[in-house]
């Protein structure tokens, strides 16, 4: 039996679902486009799109179920809202900055935070850090803090280094 979440975000584009729900299941494994809905030429007079063009797009990162709608101009994304990727490793913190980060906001990167080119936040987030800012020595993880704030994407071999000093 199938399980169903019962919670799924719905990312509100212009016009770009289906572009955007392709390369974020392209970085991700065990992910996937399960649907597409088009408007029809029902309620035109309100969405003001060409029938036949995408609507909805349901899709998997990593088999968490999300929602992509070509709702129009009217919302954009902003950084209230992000999305965080937990990573094992160097090797999965770089891939994920990389992908994620090509054509996006350069000026939008911080602390592990970036914003893609469709204008959603990301945070790419090495577990070290996290075990790092919450272990038992104050003193080292207020070093570790102070070394992340003046980081871009989270290099965890420094960390490793002012976590140790």
């Known amino acids: ?7 799924t ?29 088009r408007y029809s030429e029902a309620g035109q007079e309100i969405h003001g799109k060409p029938p036949g063009s995408v609507m909805v797009v349901a ?19 902003n950084e209230a809202i992000s999305l965080q990727i937990d990573c094992e490793n160097q090797a999965e913190v770089d891939h994920f900055w990389d992908k994620l980060s090509e054509g996006g906001d350069e000026n939008a990167q911080q602390c592990g935070w970036l914003k893609d080119k469709y204008g959603l936040s990301w945070q ?12 038992p020595d104050a003193e080292k993880s207020q070093r570790v803090f102070q070394a992340m704030l ?3 994407k989270i290099d965890i071999t420094e960390l490793e280094r002012v976590y140790a000093a």
């Open 1 to 7: 039996m199938a399980i169903i979440q019962r919670i």
């Open 9 to 37: 975000p719905c990312l509100w584009f212009d016009d770009q679902a289906e572009e955007a729900a392709e390369f974020y299941t392209s970085i991700f494994d065990n992910s996937g486009i399960s649907n597409v809905t």
């Open 59 to 77: 899709f998997e990162l990593d088999g968490q179920a999300f929602t992509a709608l070509n709702g129009g101009p009217l919302f954009q994304f």
């Open 124 to 135: 790419v987030v090495p577990r070290a850090l996290i075990e790092m800012l919450s272990g």
């Open 150 to 152: 003046g980081m871009k």
